[in-house]
């Protein structure tokens, strides 16, 4: 769907509807005939009241006394109906809260099911900000009509109803609502078209302080120490006043609407009163078909709005959905195939004449062929820019190649199914991510084949046993949001450990363990390759006592593997590598 106008949104508002009753009948059923018999008890509670007026009220001031029987049978009556009422906008307020908050519920999950299949690229074009406003506000924002929309279609019910007993009781009052009924609904359909656009913008710009929301308080390090301060709230300044000027230009329509929508029934019932004084002189009516259908205007106000409610909440709705779509109907994900790795010794890893560029950049990889042997550690090791991280995505298919083909014991990646992939092979980036849980819970991931004796094995194979069993409530103790109670370096063994958990076949590490201590980086990967069940590594390094312990080196340079070898060999044979690790060498000092 394209973005929508003022013109177009009552249309596609309706379609909303329609795909949230095709997704939800039994509750609409449910909530719709509850408000529609609502709607007929308001006429019938009209003319009830008009009975009582007439035939009790009138003849008991004339007569001055009250029938005893005649007053419990209206009681009776009046009490009837008002339980009848009170069952009728149970299931109508059940039915449409039910629905409303399970279509929420369903396109949440929707929307977060399809942001964790997107490729890392998609993520990167779009802010975190924007990402959470579509699964918050956008998705409540296109279900906010349903909560009134069954109150809306028993109105509507209601109306043809109360439109038949006018013309039942007298045909000239009766006009009165024929007249008042096309205005109601015109007024809400020039209401609708004014409001789309507001609405829309309003939408708009919640996703947009939302993003600069969260970039702030994620930069917000940086901001302090940089002392941006003033300028970021400058920045966000900006977005929060358009903002605000965007829900005052929805609240000033409606300032105007509300009202007009309110008062339109009382010209109705003064109208009636007019009109009916006249018809009871004539005699073509008495006084409790007056009351009736004066009362009945009184009534309508209310009801009709839930009209007003629901067209009022389409173009937010509209919006909300379409951004939704936007992220549902993404396109850029990887296809999986059905293919398995059975088995649990070390995988080969292989890259093929493998090419990559990113989006419409230049070409960031040519022509990278090698192969980390079962078993074996394998160091890439290259200049800033050359393509490292670039092949660690390839390696674990974050990413796909534009040409040539990366795969694990002779499968192409491609073929093989989302789950054996992520069974076979772990990747370890250099900025760790550690989840607001504790040790345990950030390295068992809630897999149920990884249990204590698992975590700490992992903890020790990463070297992070010591600190971890140092911590005030070991295995228990909470890390804090993104791991804030750790250091560094603790972070990265802690995600280390995570990846060693789930014994991958093939262990990709991205600079993983910059931050930890030269030593204890030997130490991990020594440990790795002496590990019985033995991985497969390929090691993003920097520092030479890392890029010496690999079996292997793959010498990058600008996206093209330039020499593979050993360490010793790499440093004979070219004089590039040899000034680029003597360089890392000096940096570590
Ligand atoms: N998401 C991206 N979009 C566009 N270009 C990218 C993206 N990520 C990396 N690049 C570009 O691809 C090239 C290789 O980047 P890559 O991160 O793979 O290099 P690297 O060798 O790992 O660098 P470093 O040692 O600095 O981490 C660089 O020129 C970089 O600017």
Redesign the pocket.
């Known amino acids: 769907m394209s973005s929508s106008t003022g013109n177009d949104v009552l249309g596609r508002g309706l379609w909303v509807l329609g795909q949230a009753i095709r997704t939800e009948p039994r509750l609409f059923t449910v909530s719709a005939i509850g408000s529609s018999f609502f709607g007929f008890l308001i006429i019938a509670n009209s003319y009830v009241v008009g009975a009582v007026i007439g035939n009790v009220v009138v003849p008991a001031f004339a007569e001055r006394r009250v029938s005893a029987g005649g007053l419990a049978l209206v009681v009776a009556v009046l009490l009837g109906i008002s339980v009848l009422r009170v069952a009728s906008i149970w299931a109508r307020r059940l039915g449409a809260g039910f629905m409303q908050f399970r279509l929420q519920a369903r396109y949440r999950r929707a929307v977060t099911r399809r942001y964790l299949s997107l490729p890392?690229?998609w993520h990167?074009r779009h802010a975190t900000g924007s990402l959470l406003s579509n699964a918050s506000s956008d998705v409540e924002a296109t279900f906010a009509p349903i909560a009134p929309l069954p109150f809306a279609v028993g109105t509507i019910v209601m109306i043809v109803g109360a439109l038949v007993a006018l013309f039942l009781t007298d045909w000239v009052l009766a006009l009165v609502g024929v007249a008042l009924f096309p205005i109601l609904f015109a007024l809400n359909f020039f209401y609708s078209r004014r409001m789309a656009p507001r609405q829309i913008q309003a939408q708009r710009m919640r996703a947009k302080v939302a993003a600069v929301a969260h970039e702030s308080f994620d930069g917000a390090l940086v901001v302090k120490t940089m002392g941006r301060e003033a300028d970021e709230s400058r920045r966000f300044g900006v977005f929060v006043t358009e903002l605000r000027d965007a829900l005052v230009a929805v609240g000033r329509l409606r300032g105007v609407f509300d009202p007009l929508m309110e008062s339109l029934p009382s010209v109705g019932t003064l109208a009636v009163l007019l009109l009916g004084t006249w018809r009871l002189q004539t005699g073509a009516i008495g006084v409790t078909e007056l009351v009736s259908v004066a009362f009945l205007f009184t009534v309508l106000a209310f009801p009709v709005r839930a009209i007003g409610w629901v067209i009022g909440e389409l173009p937010r709705s509209v919006a909300g959905w379409e951004r939704v779509q936007a992220v549902l109907s993404a396109e850029g994900d990887l296809r999986y195939g059905e293919g398995d790795l059975p088995g649990s010794a070390p995988a080969e890893l292989r890259f093929d004449r493998v090419d990559y560029?990113?989006?419409d950049?230049?070409p960031?990889?040519r022509d990278v062929t090698f192969t980390v042997p079962a078993g074996k550690t394998v160091a890439?090791v290259?200049?800033?820019?050359?393509?490292?991280?670039?092949?660690?995505?390839l390696a674990v298919r974050l990413v796909d190649p534009d040409a040539g083909q990366v795969s694990v014991d002779g499968v192409k990646l491609p073929d093989l199914s989302a789950s054996a992939l992520a069974g076979a092979s772990a990747l370890v980036p250099?900025i760790p991510f550690v989840f607001d849980d504790t040790v345990r819970g950030n390295v068992a991931l809630d897999r149920p084949d990884v249990d204590d004796d698992g975590v700490w094995a992992a903890l020790r194979l990463a070297q992070a046993d010591r600190f971890a069993g140092g911590l005030p409530d070991g295995l228990d103790t909470a890390v804090g949001e993104r791991g804030t109670s750790l250091s560094g370096g603790q972070r990265q063994r802690l995600t280390l450990a995570r990846a060693l958990a789930g014994r991958p076949r093939l262990l990709v590490l991205?600079?993983a363990t910059s931050a930890v201590d030269p030593r204890v980086e030997a130490a991990i990967l020594g440990a790795l390759r002496r590990r019985d069940s033995g991985t497969s590594i390929l090691v993003?390094a920097?520092r030479r006592a890392t890029i010496a312990l690999a079996d292997q080196v793959v010498y990058?340079h600008q996206?093209r593997v330039v020499a593979t070898g050993t360490h010793v060999e790499l440093m004979e044979s070219q004089p590039g590598y040899r000034d680029l690790v003597t360089a890392y060498e000096k940096a570590d000092k």
């Open positions: 890392p690229e990167q560029r990113y989006a950049g230049p960031v990889l890439l290259g200049a800033t820019g050359s393509g490292k991280s670039t092949i660690a995505a250099q991205d600079d993003v920097y990058l996206g």
